[in-house]
């Protein structure tokens, strides 16, 4: 689960890497709307948190200009309370939601957590596939026979993004893209790691390799 965070203030911005890292999601930092445009369009983001007033470019021309190019990445803006203006303007653009600042770092991250569960057609805050059980709060997976695991936070993120895309062929790279952050050394090798980890875990079955192409989770108990 990786999200981009565009937001000029350098100590908001580091609070706001801080906690989402912290929850588990791989993060990335920019500081102004020109690169943090080419960001969200070149990069395959679970969601973009974007501050509307922004260097360079304006949040809100970055958003308008993501929709025109239909880049539908969930997009959460953060804006002043008082202007309730931008926020109304902001979800006219395309926005999904809106966090008005200052805020509690919890609301964020229920926000954040609601925005990506339902950008994957989920409602529930607990993700079960396969008779097994995700627990985001905790970072702690319950396996078919109810034994409970603790997940490092790469194991929780690909584990997430297995269970967000059952049944579907995921290539290394593409799982890559989505576990680590944009200056994170990224090696296939270490996917495989982590992919027999969660094995030891939840029984060989559940995530099975496709020779040449990658990996599949079976929705369904095999």
Known sequence: MR???IEDDPKLADKVQSALKKAGYAVDLVDNGV????MGDEE???LIILDLGLPQRSGKEVLMNWRKKNNKTPVLILTARSDWFERVEGLKMGADDYVGKPFYMEELLARVSALIRR???EASPELKKAGIQL?????MVIASDGTQHLLTHVEYRLLHYFMTHPGVVLSKNRLIEHVYEGDTERD?????????RLRNKLGKKVIQT?????YVF???EQ
Do not use: A, T, W
């Not at 690169?35 to 080419?38: K, Y």
């Not at 296939?188 to 027999?196: C, F, K, L, Q």
């Not at 496709?210 to 990658?214: L, P, S």
């Open 3 to 5: 999200i981009l965070v």
């Open 35 to 38: 690169d943090g445009e080419f």
């Open 119 to 121: 950008s994957h057609g």
């Open 44 to 46: 395959p983001y679970e």
């Open 135 to 139: 627990d985001e709060e905790r970072q």
């Open 188 to 196: 296939g090798n270490v996917i495989e790691v982590y992919v027999r």
């Open 218 to 220: 079976f929705e369904e």
């Open 210 to 214: 496709r020779r040449y192409q990658g």
